[in-house]
């Protein structure tokens, strides 16, 4: 079975651009969660979709939204960027949420430099 | 909020030490656990959890209990090898309800030395 895969794998932008990273889940997963990794505040929770509609929500400012489409695929952008948003991008996917253990896959990442 | 606190790294050892690194969380209710491993260049993969007080994950050698009244999930491995040098990441996730949002620890760089 095929892991999460993420696109670009890399990704060199300028201040003000925007910037839209893209997510596979693993086939059969719904639910997609994305990560930011940076060195200074480690790993921190964006947002969370699950059958297209955005569950759960981290605190970043509104210049990040995501959407989820109906093949379970899904894309984050970042609007206006800004020198701290480079980051490694992490997308992580996992099965129905009715089962009792849900465990996240995670993929390989997207890093984004912004200069 | 929930929160996650790991020992500072680096921490360098030499094959066949023993490691621990330790994990404490503050969490309402009853929060699963997990211990994530990065490898330079990659993402997260998942290395053991444990879901209620008192289990004990293990995978490849590397063991951690859950320890509620201590609220602590210490990383150990009875002889590290030079291919387990990576980033260690302790994280808590909240049972119950739809929110399956991973809270992290900063991670601990581990570096073993032949």
């Known amino acids: 079975k095929a892991g999460v895969t993420q696109t670009p794998r890399y990704l060199i932008k300028t201040r003000g651009q925007q910037v839209t990273l893209s997510c596979s889940p693993i086939?059969?997963?719904?639910?997609v969660s994305w990560y930011q990794q940076t060195p200074g505040q480690g790993l921190q929770f964006l947002f969370e979709?699950?059958?297209?509609?955005?569950?759960n929500k981290g605190n970043f400012p509104g210049r990040f939204s995501g959407r989820q489409f109906s093949n379970s695929r899904s894309e984050m952008n970042v609007s206006t960027l800004e020198l701290g948003d480079s980051a490694l991008y992490l997308c992580?996917?996992?099965?129905?949420?009715?089962?009792?253990?849900?465990?996240?896959?995670f993929g390989p990442g997207t890093r984004l430099t912004v200069l | 909020g929930d929160s996650v606190t790991q020992m500072e790294g680096p921490v360098t050892l030499s094959e066949e030490a023993f490691l621990t690194i330790n994990c404490t969380y503050t969490?309402?209710?009853?929060?699963?656990l997990f211990w994530y491993v990065q490898y330079p260049g990659e993402g997260l993969q998942l290395l053991l959890k444990a879901t209620k007080a008192d289990d004990k994950g293990s995978n490849k050698g590397f063991e951690a209990t859950y320890r509620k009244e201590t609220t602590s999930f210490h990383l150990e491995k009875g002889s590290v090898q030079v291919s387990d040098s990576a980033v260690y990441f302790c994280a808590l996730r909240k049972s119950g309800g739809s929110n399956y949002k991973l809270t992290f620890g900063k991670g601990t760089l581990l570096t073993v030395n032949p």
């Open positions: 086939s059969g997963h719904r639910s």
């Open positions: 992580a996917s996992s099965l129905d949420p009715g089962t009792l253990y849900n465990e996240q896959f």
């Open positions: 969490a309402t209710g009853y929060p699963s």
């Open positions: 979709y699950f059958s297209e509609t955005q569950r």
